[in-house]
């Protein structure tokens, strides 16, 4: 470790995930949020912390798996009731939706302003999303949603751009990636686990249809990797967040390393 790293160390610390009050979690798709960061928001809910999910696009074309015979329509409201049931299992309330089109079908700056006006309205401490830097990772809808937390977990404090986006101010103090490949914090999930696979499998059938091969495969890696990241920190069973508070947001290049 460099000298530059390890000041950084002591004078900027990563932050500890589970200090804060108020929790936003954006998902790209309806069940995005579970298979990232299902255990860490059972265990924030259960311990009488605010949260709220963000649903950003609508799943319209995640059909591969539905119910034969579904317009999209029918498809899109279907997803809608598997979330909030999902939701539920988790402990978790407050669920909103952008409906933005699945699959990229909108402009960059409707997903900005949409997550803008979330963040002024629940005002979070931390918010989680998906990691944008990770390099096998090829759906757009991950990709936009991402980069635009990423932008406005810098600039979610300042009142004058987020009036520019039509949103009030909010005191974001942490952002953490989740399906991320370097992994900066762990929230240890021992006894969540089974909330999290609950809230996939027995609620997300329309995506994961019970014994199915893909709900198989997703199970065992959500296993194996919350054990993995459990032996790094100690645990049985954890999850691990690529964490950056608001001091690592810019101008410090090795937070990013």
């Not at 610390?13 to 990232?36: A, C, M, N, Q, T």
């Not at 059972?42 to 709220?52: D, R, V």
Request: glycine share 10%; aromatic share 8%.
């Amino acid at each position: 470790m460099s000298l530059t790293r390890l000041a950084l160390a002591f004078a900027a610390p990563i932050p500890k995930i589970e200090s804060f009050r108020r929790y936003l979690f954006i998902g790209p798709h309806p069940d995005d949020i579970e298979i990232g960061a299902g255990a860490t928001a059972a265990k924030l809910a259960a311990s009488g912390k605010e949260l709220c999910f963000l649903i950003c696009t609508d799943g319209r074309y995640g059909d591969g798996a539905a119910p034969k015979g579904l317009s999209r329509e029918e498809l899109v409201e279907l997803r809608k009731e598997e979330s909030r049931r999902s939701a539920a299992v988790l402990g978790v309330r407050d669920l909103r939706f952008l409906g933005l089109s699945d699959g990229g079908f909108y402009e960059d700056i409707e997903l900005l302003e949409g997550i803008a006006s979330v963040i002024g309205d629940f005002k979070p401490d931390c918010v989680f999303a998906p990691d944008p830097w990770v390099s096998s990772e090829c759906h757009e809808d991950h990709l936009r949603c991402g980069r635009a937390a990423r932008q406005l977990g810098c600039f979610a404090p300042y009142s004058g751009i987020m009036e520019r986006l039509g949103a009030s101010a909010a005191p974001v103090k942490a952002l953490c990636y989740y399906m991320t490949a370097k992994p900066t914090a762990y929230v240890k999930t021992k006894g969540f686990t089974e909330k999290q696979l609950e809230s996939i499998f027995g609620c997300h059938l329309s995506q994961f249809p019970k014994g199915s091969g893909e709900a198989k495969s997703i199970a065992l890696y959500l296993k194996l990797r919350s054990a993995d990241m459990g032996l790094r920190c100690l645990s049985t069973a954890a999850e691990g967040f690529r964490a950056l508070g608001s001091i690592h947001m810019h101008c410090l290049p090795e937070a990013g390393k």
